[in-house]
Each structure stands twice: as structure tokens, then as C-alpha cells.
């Protein structure tokens, strides 16, 4: 179920950061008319406490999709202090390829990219390390069908993968998944859906779809809205919960009183 292939490897020291930098700024296709599809916020916690927040953009340019995505501690010292950890990614918008994708995560005081690049019609992709601008680059054999990337500690991929199967009916499906880490490792994940279920996000209830997202070691449950964003994750194993921030709720202002008192 998981195999790494390295076809070739080559010394990198350049770029990736040159890449990283034109994506982590909001570089990537050449300027079109830009469409947000969804944006917003995720709270990730992780026994019972705020662990991070992790805000997330999806924009349609043309025929590519980006979705964007910076993460940062919640609490504690460091709760004030900029995103460690960002990341971009470029998808075909009609069919979900991948064509790109690059992050960029701070460690103390080592600085860790990582980058993949693809060619239309090709089998292979360049997979990228860097760290502390000192890395590496594999050039590896892609499985068949649709790759989505997993890059720990995000989860804005689940509310990518959610979106790009909106509006499809299954009772289970694979999925390709790329796990970067140390290995990298692809990984055939399978999406089982658990049907319906209400549940209250924010202050409503929603109707949303659940969803088991597993391969034999890891599970996540996902619960989806009929639009495709993505409410909620739980990874049990690991007592993590992560939500989609709700958008305040309106309080109605009170009824102005009416001058006067009663006649005497």
C-alpha cells in the first residue's frame, strides 16, 4: 500500500527557494481574473486544548486553482508571533491535477522548504528538500489517477480534497496521497462514506456528509457541507480535533422604546 520510488536524485541549492518564494508570495499564474471559491480559518486542537489555527484561501485564475494556506501556534509564547509554517498549491482547476506545490516551515533556527513540481503527461515528479537553503531534489515515478499532498502539521488538503469530490455519490473510493516526511511516501488512502449526519457548527445545525479517510495505520473522519467545504476533522487516535471557524453570529439590535409613558 506504500512505496517510495527514487528514479534520480540531484544536488539542490537554489531552486526550490526560488520557486518557494515566487509561490509562499503569492506568485504562480500569470495574472487573470481571480475568483476566491472559499477562504477562512481552522482551529486545530489537539487533547481537549487550542493547538494552532491555520488560515486557508482557494482562488480559481484562469484554468489553475490555488489554494494557500499559513498556520501559527495558538497559545503559549510563541502565540503572537508570524506563521511557521505556510504553504502553496496549484491544481488544475477542472480536473485537480497537480502541477505544483511548495512550503516553507521555521523549526528554531532552521528554515525547512519543500517543493514539488510535475509536466503534463509525464509519470514522474521532482520532489524537493531543502533545509537551511541545503537540499536535495528526487525525481520519482507518480501512481495513476489524482495525487493530493499531505505536509503535516496542515490540514488545509482535507478541505481541497473535500471540494474536488463535491458533488460525487461512492461508497468507497481510493485516493493517491503524497505524506511528506521523512521517508516521503505515497500512499493509497481509502475514502469510505459514513452517510449523513447533522451536526452544529457554529450556532446552526448543518446537514453534512461523513466521511472515513483511512490507510492501514492512519484515520481521519471528515464531516463535509453540501457546498464541499470542510467542517470538521477528527484524528482519534492522536485526540485531534480541528474546526472550521463559524462566522460571528448576529445579534438582532433592541427594539427602540417607545417615548412616552402611560397617560395619567
Known sequence: MIRVLHVARAALAGPLALAAAALLAGGGPAAAEVTTLDQGALVVSQQGKTARVEEFSMDQNGDTLVVRAQSRVAAGPRADQPPDKVMSLEVGALDFTLVRYASQQVLGPDTLKRGIETTPGDTTCMIYRELNNHGVGDRVAMPPGRLYVLDPPLFTT???????????????????????????????????????????????????????IADQATRFTIWVAPDGRLLRLRQA??????ERRAPPVKRHAPAPKRPGGPAR
Open 158 to 212: 482535507f478541505n481541497f480534497i473535500a471540494r474536488s469530490l463535491q458533488g460525487q455519490t461512492f461508497e468507497s473510493r481510493p485516493i493517491g496521497v503524497l505524506v511528506l516526511g521523512t521517508p516521503d511516501t505515497f500512499v493509497v488512502a481509502t475514502i469510505t462514506d459514513q452517510g449523513a449526519e447533522s451536526i452544529r457548527w457554529g450556532s446552526r445545525p448543518v446537514a453534512a456528509r461523513k466521511w472515513l
Open 237 to 242: 487516535d492522536a485526540g485531534i480535533l480541528v
